[in-house]
């Protein structure tokens, strides 16, 4: 083999014997831990040359040129790792176990010999550099868990791939307001023919029997509003004439005050004037 590509290779026990079988791997793994135990395992083994390591998301990473990926895959083949890989090309795919020799069993899933072609326009950050476009060349994936029974294609074709990450055209969502009716051109009245004698006009309150359009219930909103407008009217009627009495008597009040003001200025003159005259007559 010449360059692998393992995706989560963990704390590398399948990675170092990828390096022994290989002469290059590329590991993606997003954990900084686990890359310091990966890198330790690998200078112990004198295989640091041969490694390199991305430390991104395999969903979000941009994949080197690669002959082999090995990747444990933990939703099965419908994860969106797998519909990354297949978006650069065209893949009839078929599932088949096998072990490979590491004493563990995986699902191989690779193409029939086809050209490959890549998608880098449509989607950029699966790209791979330097992908060849030979029909004989073979881009094998090797993924852990379950093998697959079926031997039909389990992908559509590629070009339809887009609309699972397609955002220009969201689904609606229920929201908390209803949406807004379109307005109606249709003037309101009755919809169905109404009988009428030829040269008498047609009595409003009068239509013919179901030709108005929820009659009653209409008939009902609008003594429902009449009812509601009465009894404001008369609640501020009587709101005014409350406010109205409580002035007259905060009036009456003010002024009973000034007359008792008044009268008591004077009678202490009547009684300064009677001191006065007594205090003569005594003299």
């Not at 005050?257 to 009547?270: G, I, M």
């Not at 007594?278 to 003299?283: E, L, N, P, R, Y």
Request: proline share 5%.
């Amino acid at each position: 083999m010449d360059t692998v590509l393992q995706i989560g290779p963990g704390t590398g026990n399948l990675t170092l014997k990828l390096l022994e079988a290989s002469n290059k791997a590329v590991a993606i793994e997003i954990d900084n831990r686990v890359v310091e135990i990966l890198h330790k395992r690998v200078l112990e083994r004198g295989f640091e040359d041969k490694l390199a390591v991305i430390r991104k998301d395999a969903l979000r990473a941009e994949f080197l040129q690669f002959d082999i990926v090995v990747a444990n895959v933990r939703y099965g083949i419908s994860s969106s790792l797998v519909a990354k890989l297949a978006f650069v090309a065209e893949i009839d795919f078929y599932a088949k176990e096998r072990d490979m020799g590491f004493g563990a069993i995986r699902s191989i899933i690779r193409p029939l010999s086809r050209t490959l072609q890549s998608r880098s326009s449509t989607f950029s950050t699966t790209s791979f550099a330097g992908t060849s476009a030979s029909p004989k060349s073979e881009f094998r994936l090797v993924f852990g868990g379950g093998s697959v029974r079926s031997q039909a294609p389990w992908f559509p074709i590629s070009n339809h791939l887009h609309s699972l990450t397609e955002t220009r055209f969201p689904k609606r969502r229920p929201s908390d307001k209803p949406r807004r009716k379109r307005s109606c051109m249709k003037p309101p009245g009755p919809y169905a023919w109404a009988q009428s004698v030829p040269g008498e006009s047609v009595v409003a309150t009068k239509p013919n029997e179901g030709s108005v359009k929820r009659r009653n219930e209409k008939k009902r909103m609008r003594q429902r509003r009449a009812f509601i407008l009465a009894e404001k009217k008369k609640r501020k009627a009587q709101l005014q004439e409350a406010k109205k009495k409580k002035d007259i008597k905060k009036i009456e009040r003010k002024m009973a005050a000034v007359a008792r003001d008044r009268a008591w200025t004077q009678r202490l003159a009547e009684l300064q004037q009677l001191e006065e005259e007594k205090k003569k007559s005594t003299a």
